[in-house]
């Protein structure tokens, strides 16, 4: 169980698992779980976990959070595999600039599920080719959201199913 949020790593920093059902992250406090701000992220990789939020109405906690990134920072060769996320109130995975431009560089989002968001259930502003594979949303919570919420960039969508709710959009790709 987790009290606080984790908000540094160093770059090559892994973070791993015995597997996401039993290897699990939780919020106490409906704060993000992995809140990480600053010029630039490189080799960092979440293997083999599980991530519960606290979900509830009015709750804005992410999962993996990743903003602030300023000027020529980004976020390259970022590694989320094997990882469930469950009942956050905000977005599950959310990776954006300080200005909304492309900051995520060649990584890789694969064998994710992700069940009870309250907003898109990943959200991406994406650079250079970035890859997500077999990856099932659940259910999205608030109606006209998305599983997929993709903001420029390349990006590789290979086995990205879902999403369950009737009211949520599969994808929205392009500028805010």
């Known amino acids: 169980m987790l009290f606080r949020s984790i908000t540094t ?16 992250i939780k919020s106490r406090s409906g704060s993000n779980l992995i809140d990480l701000s600053g010029a630039s992220f490189y080799n960092i990789s979440f293997q083999h976990l599980g991530f519960y939020g606290q979900g509830s109405s009015g709750n804005s906690g992410k999962g993996i959070y990743i903003h602030g990134v300023t000027g020529d920072g980004s976020t390259q060769a970022l590694r989320i595999i094997d990882c469930d996320f469950n009942y956050f109130g905000s977005n599950a995975i959310n990776i954006l600039g300080d200005t909304g431009n492309g900051i995520l560089f060649d990584s890789t989002i694969a064998d994710v599920t992700i069940r009870h968001t309250g907003d898109h259930a990943l959200y991406v502003y994406a ?14 919570d608030t109606p006209n959201k998305a599983a997929f919420r993709f903001v420029g960039g390349i990006v590789i969508c290979d086995r990205c199913n879902g999403v369950n709710t009737p009211t949520t959009h599969w994808g929205i790709i392009g500028a805010d």
């Open 127 to 140: 650079s250079l080719t970035n890859t997500f594979r077999n990856i099932f949303v659940g259910q999205v």
């Open 9 to 24: 790593l160093a770059a090559g920093d892994p973070v791993f698992g015995d597997g996401p059902k039993v290897s699990i």
